[in-house]
């Protein structure tokens, strides 16, 4: 699999246990990801498996912060 410079910070959200770290670990990615895409827009547009890389990773994230979402949910009913 090719590594990415914005796999680090993507990697963190997934494996962060902490989930009052959560959301600051998924933004920092989301910022990372839009980030590369932007720099897309500047030069050569990526190669397509690296822009397909980014579009997974954000839906990942998408879940991810549904997983917050609902866990939040949690704290506030019990």
């Not at 990372?32 to 980014?54: M, S, V, Y």
């Amino acid at each position: 699999m090719t590594e990415y410079k914005w796999h680090e910070v993507y990697k963190a959200a997934l494996l962060e246990t902490d989930w009052t770290k959560m959301q600051e670990r998924i933004r920092a990615a989301e910022t990372a990801l839009h980030d590369r895409k932007h720099q897309f827009a500047l030069d050569h547009g990526g190669t397509p498996e690296e822009n397909q890389a980014i579009e997974d990773a954000l839906h990942g994230l998408g879940v991810l912060r549904g997983e917050l979402a609902a866990w939040q949910e949690s704290k506030r009913a019990s």
